[in-house]
Nanobody, 128 residues
């Protein structure tokens, strides 16, 4: 199993910055990607940024140039640096750790664990 814990949310004025952290524990050798999502009440959970193991990054258009996703693999932690925050960035931010089957030779337990693991979320509120 993999446990995921987010932290770093809070209240910030428009134009300000926040840094979210996502700490994974458990069978972390199985991790293939760490991904940030956000959700506003009554709406679907939307992908914000992703960081697969190959070092690449992906951002949804609305956060490009303002948000930066990074990983500290030694600490099994992902970060989301959010700058130039806007009121529309207000949401609960969730971290998801993805495990894919057939991608970790020598660790058969990873195939059994293959799925996404979610944290509990952290609230980000941006005031205008």
């Amino acid at each position: 199993q993999v446990q995921v814990v987010e932290s770093g949310g809070g209240l910030v004025q428009a134009g300000g910055s926040l840094r979210l952290s996502c700490a994974a524990s458990g069978d972390t050798m199985c991790i293939n990607a760490m991904v940030w999502y956000r959700q506003v009440p009554g709406e679907e959970r939307d992908l914000v940024a992703a960081a697969p193991n190959d070092g690449s990054t992906f951002y949804v258009n609305s956060v490009k140039g303002r948000f930066t996703i990074s990983r500290d693999n030694a600490k099994n932690t992902a970060f989301l640096e959010m700058n130039s925050l806007r009121p529309e960035d207000s949401a609960v931010y969730y971290c998801k750790v993805d495990i894919y089957a057939g991608t970790t030779p020598g660790h058969p337990q990873c195939d059994r664990l293959a799925r996404g693991y979610w944290g509990q979320g952290t609230q980000v509120t941006v005031s205008s």
